[in-house]
């Protein structure tokens, strides 16, 4: 299923990418991960389920905007 942290927290992008994050290798492509996907590549996590979020209204249009283009070019 989902990569989660200790927290319980879902990993995303570079969380997941041994080379770049600290954490074990959980991802299946040998594409690096884009920034909000999980480990499940061509979903996108954003907002309360990923460790470190702000919680504010202008960080989660933002992460849903960037999200948007991100399905886009995974889905391309």
Excluded: N, Y
């Excluded at 080379?19 to 690096?32: D, F, T, V």
């Excluded at 389920?49 to 391309?76: Q, T």
């Amino acid at each position: 299923m989902f990569a989660l942290d200790e927290q319980g927290f879902i990993l995303t992008g570079r969380d997941l990418d041994p080379i770049l994050g600290s954490a074990p290798p959980k991802w299946p492509l040998s594409r690096p991960p884009q920034m909000l996907e999980t480990s499940l590549p061509a979903v996108f996590a954003v907002r309360d389920i990923r460790s470190g979020d702000v919680k504010r209204v202008a960080s989660a249009m933002g992460e849903g905007s960037i999200s948007i283009r991100l399905v886009h070019r995974a889905l391309a």
